[in-house]
């Protein structure tokens, strides 16, 4: 499988692994994980005893179609994930990065989080 990949990929993927290795999402503390690509942003907040995605907001909605994956759309959109998530009485995360560096667009969208009220 990694023989496939490209070397950037494979460098994020090795981190992915070693990252969810120690981040874990309950009940209490659901994991919010975020994925991007050139052209969207996507982020998920999942239960990992039930498996289940309790909440999740991408650039494909249709609300947020004209947002783009750069720092400030992102900040944005992680104040909306903010606001979704009080409506469902969550408060506090345990952020996964899912193996992208902590800077730019992912760390304006966990800071747009913050913003809204989400701890991490």
Do not use: C, W
Not at 74 to 84: S, V
Not at 88 to 100: A, E, L, M, Q, T
């Amino acid at each position: 499988m990694f023989k496939k990949l490209n070397d950037k990929d494979r460098k994020r993927l090795h981190r992915k692994i070693h990252i969810r290795k120690s981040i874990y999402g309950t009940a209490d503390r659901p994991r919010l994980t975020v994925t991007r690509s050139n052209k969207n942003l996507s982020a998920q907040v999942i239960n990992d005893d039930d498996g289940k995605t309790l909440a999740s907001i991408s650039t494909m909605e249709k609300e947020f179609a004209a947002l783009k994956p750069n720092v400030e759309d992102a900040a944005k959109l992680g104040e909306a994930l903010g606001a979704r998530l009080k409506e469902k009485k969550i408060s506090k995360v345990v952020f996964d990065r899912n193996g992208y560096l902590y800077h730019g667009v992912v760390k304006a969208l966990a800071d747009g989080a913050r913003k809204a009220g989400i701890e991490f």
